[in-house]
């Protein structure tokens, strides 16, 4: 019994830590996206004249870095969120487990001998 109290303490405490993962890394998707958005604009206002689609790959050239911090700060936050999503699912197969048996403990103490 201890042990799946143990355990259940254990994934509870990973699921806090993967909830604070979460939050900075929103926080990381937030500031990415502003950082690129901003550059995105500022590179649509000094692209230089040519064609609409020569224009928009100049303007997708001087902010690839910007786009690809943004795109794994989404990366981690969605491995993260998995994570949690993940220990969730062992927490409840772990209390699942322990309902069963003491649910098991319960019907021998109360079967007839």
Known sequence: MTEYQAEIRRL????DDGIKALTQYAREVADAEHDYRKAKAIAW???PPGTVPLREAWVESETAEQRRR???AEGSRSAALEAVRSRRQ??????SLLAAHKAEADFARTAPA
């Open 12 to 15: 509870s405490g990973l699921i």
């Open 45 to 47: 206002q000094t692209a």
């Open 70 to 72: 943004l795109d794994l």
């Open 90 to 95: 062992q927490l409840s197969a772990v209390q």
